[in-house]
């Protein structure tokens, strides 16, 4: 039976009645209303941006690779934030943590009258600050409301932290323009030893908290922390990074030459001794990890997993409501790819199965070879490039992004663990252009059907859109532009997923449209084993089996997949909650009479205030 969007969306806001609906009313009464327009351009100065400027400079000076990452100006050519790494020790998350409860009391005690853009602004940021202290009772953990992945219970595991994440910034977001910026560079290298000998001390404290994470991620830990130490010092990614984007920014032989000589004798001296200290650690551990998977069985397990299904769900309904939203949404998706494989005559077995087996067949892939990895990104790079020249039918014209969007195949020493694709931002100074990475590991596990929605998710309109045009708010304050709110930036991509089907991009292209709902059966799914773990009590091995039996995805994505849900508790559910919020928030939006039911229009006050809770975005809408 075909199902229209129209249905579908009805039937998941069917949901949203009775006790669940009553707390998202109970949620929004709380907050301030707004008057329902876009945000207008300041006119005169706001003496809250001045405020909220104060609280972004003390918070991102106990979040250095946050202001980094970002671009902000103290991280910039040499700045102050970019020669160490954070302080991961228990004192420096208290110190965090401390700040953030003391911005947040602050704001409480300002009041506003008739100002429109000051009434967002401050309704934005307490947003931000009742993330980053909704679960300051549980001591374990790192906080940073300023990230997608919110309160993370571990600070080492295989996909994220200090020993992955600040090589990452290092090799291609800190800025390396000048001599300065260089010198802060290797200062920041210099550093590692005592922010790790930190991180130490916050495993050691975390476990007398009584948080030991699951064995598996101990586990997988230890081949990253070990890949470290693997190349000889001249071919070491953060030496080779060092060395071409010196070139590129044409600094000098001579310092180019120095440059490296010290910072080779950094890595050899300091950088590479602190991760084997680390890798020690990790390992004496790893007999003690939990056989549990999930947060639950951490102490106050089920009040984190809460905790984090408000920051980065945005929702107030149960685990077990939104467990139920994911198996009826991958019912409904499976029912369309079942219909779109029986015309191809697949008929026999699981979507998933049939679904793998559709990826195999040798059309569907790119070799296993240099050549074959070369020929898919340059296949990407056209779709990025196809989906960019569709800009005036997505967005109003002054919202159109003028950042570039690279494309680059996932770093060798991080692929095993990372994602499929994922984004990073443009810098806030507009030098270092956003980028787009897709993870070639296993090149089974990305079959050419796959590649078009992947990269409307990661590229256009997706993360790139929304992220160049919350880097362009200039009139807006710091923390406004570099704001972290899961549900809305992950639900916008794959909103734009869907836009883009919607808009023709499959019209030729058969296979890529089940490329796209094996991709939002993916995320449906999600929900199911997210909550599955964190709270159902499941076990890694059932989440990885009912993935698998659901999507077909290659099993190595798939188990990785999984153990990301295990170390980012609550990450995952952002996506197809979000994008069901919007869809809704669409319907509204048109059936409104007289309203210009143009597109445009309605991305266009999505997007044109930056990142921001759902119920923001609704109140803007009207």
């Known amino acids: 039976m075909k199902i229209g969007r129209r249905t579908i ?49 003390k918070l991102l000076g106990h979040l250095r690779e946050t202001a980094v990452y970002n671009g902000t100006a103290g991280a910039l050519n040499g700045g102050l934030l970019a020669r160490a790494l954070d302080d991961y020790s228990p004192d420096g998350e208290a110190a965090l943590r401390g700040e953030l409860q003391a911005a947040r009391d602050l704001l409480t005690r300002i009041r506003l009258a008739g100002n429109v853009a000051s009434s967002l602004r401050l309704a934005t940021v307490s947003a931000i600050l009742e993330n980053g202290t909704r679960s300051a009772a549980i001591p374990y953990g790192r906080v940073n409301p300023l990230s997608f ?9 295989q996909l994220a932290g200090p020993h992955i994440d600040s090589v990452n910034v290092m090799m291609e977001q800190q800025s390396l323009a000048s001599g300065a910026a260089v010198d802060a560079w290797i200062e920041k290298l210099d550093s590692f030893p005592r922010a790790f000998d930190g991180v130490i001390e ?37 030496m080779r990074a060092l060395g071409r984007r010196m070139a590129e920014a044409g600094l000098s032989k001579r310092m180019q030459t120095i440059a490296l000589q010290r910072a080779t004798v950094s890595l050899q001296k300091r950088v590479r001794p602190a991760y084997t200290k680390l890798r020690e650690t990790i390992a004496a551990l790893v007999p003690e990890g939990r056989s549990e998977a999930g947060v639950w069985a951490q102490p106050m397990g089920a009040e984190f997993y809460a905790a984090n299904v408000l920051a980065l769900g945005d929702s107030p309904l149960s685990p077990d409501d939104i ?55 340059d296949y990407v790079r056209a779709k990025v490039r196809g989906s960019e020249a569709l800009y005036p039918q997505l967005l109003p014209k002054a919202l159109i992004p003028r950042q570039s969007l690279v494309v680059k195949r996932v770093p060798l020493a991080t692929q095993d ?41 990661e590229g256009v309109p997706g993360h790139h859109t929304q992220g160049a045009i919350a880097a362009a708010l200039g009139e807006a304050p710091l923390l406004i532009r570099i704001a972290s709110f899961n549900a809305f930036q992950e639900g916008w991509a794959l ?16 296979l890529g449209d089940l490329g796209r709902l094996q991709d939002e059966l993916f995320r449906a799914t999600r929900l199911v084993v997210d909550t599955g773990l964190h709270h159902k009590r499941w076990s890694r091995e059932k989440a990885i089996q009912t993935m698998l039996d659901f999507t077909g995805v290659a099993q190595s994505r798939v188990t990785a997949e999984i153990e990301r849900y295990m170390a980012w508790p609550g990450q995952a559910l952002g996506y197809k909650l979000g994008q069901l919020r919007l869809l809704a928030m669409r319907d509204t939006y048109k059936t409104k009479a007289g309203r210009d039911t143009d597109l445009r229009a309605f991305h266009g006050i999505v997007l044109g205030g930056g990142a921001m809770p759902l119920d923001l975005i609704e109140q803007r809408l009207g």
Not at 149 to 157: D, M, R
Not at 338 to 363: E, F, H, V, Y
């Open 202 to 238: 916050k495993i050691r404290a975390d476990k007398a908290a009584g948080c030991i994470p699951p064995r598996a991620l101990f586990e997988k830990a230890l081949p990253v922390l070990d890949s470290f130490g693997e190349d000889k010092a001249e071919n070491h990614p953060l």
């Open 149 to 157: 992945s919110g309160h993370t219970p571990y600070i080492v595991t």
């Open 9 to 57: 969306v009805g039937a998941i806001m069917a949901m949203w009645t009775a006790p669940a609906l009553a707390v998202l009313r109970k949620k929004r009464r709380a907050r301030a209303k707004l008057p329902i327009k876009p945000m207008p351009a300041v006119q005169t100065p706001d003496p809250l941006i001045g405020i909220i400027d104060q609280i972004a400079e």
């Open 495 to 510: 909103y734009g997923e869907k836009l883009m089907a919607e808009l023709g991009a499959y019209k030729d292209d058969p």
């Open 323 to 377: 467990h139920q939203i994911g198996l009826d949404e991958a019912t409904r998706i499976s029912s369309q790819m079942n219909g779109l494989l029986s015309k191809r005559g697949l008929t026999q077995g699981s979507i998933g199965a049939r679904m793998a087996a559709l990826a195999k067949d040798p059309s569907n892939q790119f070799a296993d070879s240099d050549k074959g990895r070369a020929e898919l990104l």
């Open 417 to 457: 663990s990372a994602p499929g694709g994922y984004y990073d931002g443009p810098s806030l100074d507009g030098t270092r252009p956003g980028t787009y990475w897709i993870n070639l590991r296993d090149m089974g596990a990305v079959p050419r059907f796959r590649l078009p929605t992947l990269s409307y998710h």
